[in-house]
């Protein structure tokens, strides 16, 4: 699981082209609280604007899981 500041419309566009970029290998899904939301959900995502959320990418290969963290950082 790793976290992420949604605290703009930007934010929340970069989270949702990332998640769509590993649709293929994986489901992404963007928790906050009791919330989950695909990823690829843009108005989903942007329901979650102001929180940090949590996102865990549902996959089994870890190597796609480390892949998608640092792919996260960069666009913190």
Do not use: W
């Not at 082209?17 to 989950?36: M, Q, T």
């Not at 959320?53 to 996260?72: A, C, H, M, S």
């Amino acid at each position: 699981m790793l976290n992420y500041n949604l605290d703009s419309i930007q934010s929340a566009e970069k989270l949702v082209k990332l998640c769509e970029r590993y649709c293929d290998i994986a489901d992404i899904d963007v928790n906050c609280g009791r919330h989950s939301i695909d990823g690829r959900s843009l108005m989903g995502v942007i329901s979650l604007i102001g929180n940090f959320v949590t996102v865990n990418p549902q996959t089994d290969d870890q190597d796609i899981i480390r892949k998608f963290g640092i792919d996260l950082e960069r666009i913190k």
